[in-house]
C-alpha cells in the first residue's frame, strides 16, 4: 500500500533463486518484457526463503 494499489498479486514458487534467475533473465521471458513494457505497470521482485 506504500507505493500504490495494485490490482493484482502474481506469486511464483522456484526451487532456488538461481532458477528464478535464469527464467527471468531466458529469451522468452525477455521477449515477453518487449511486448507489456509500454502496456503493463508491473514491479518484479525474487524473494528468497518465503
Keep these: 500500500m506504500e507505493n ?3 490490482e493484482r ?3 511464483v ?3 532456488n533463486m ?3 534467475t535464469e527464467v527471468y533473465q531466458s529469451k522468452e521471458y525477455q521477449a515477453a518484457l ?3 513494457e509500454s502496456n503493463a505497470d ?3 521482485v525474487i524473494v528468497e526463503g518465503l
Excluded: D, M, N, S
Design 4 to 6: 500504490g494499489h495494485f
Design 9 to 11: 498479486t502474481v506469486l
Design 13 to 15: 514458487e522456484f526451487p
Design 18 to 20: 538461481e532458477a528464478a
Design 34 to 36: 518487449k511486448i507489456i
Design 42 to 44: 508491473r514491479v518484479f
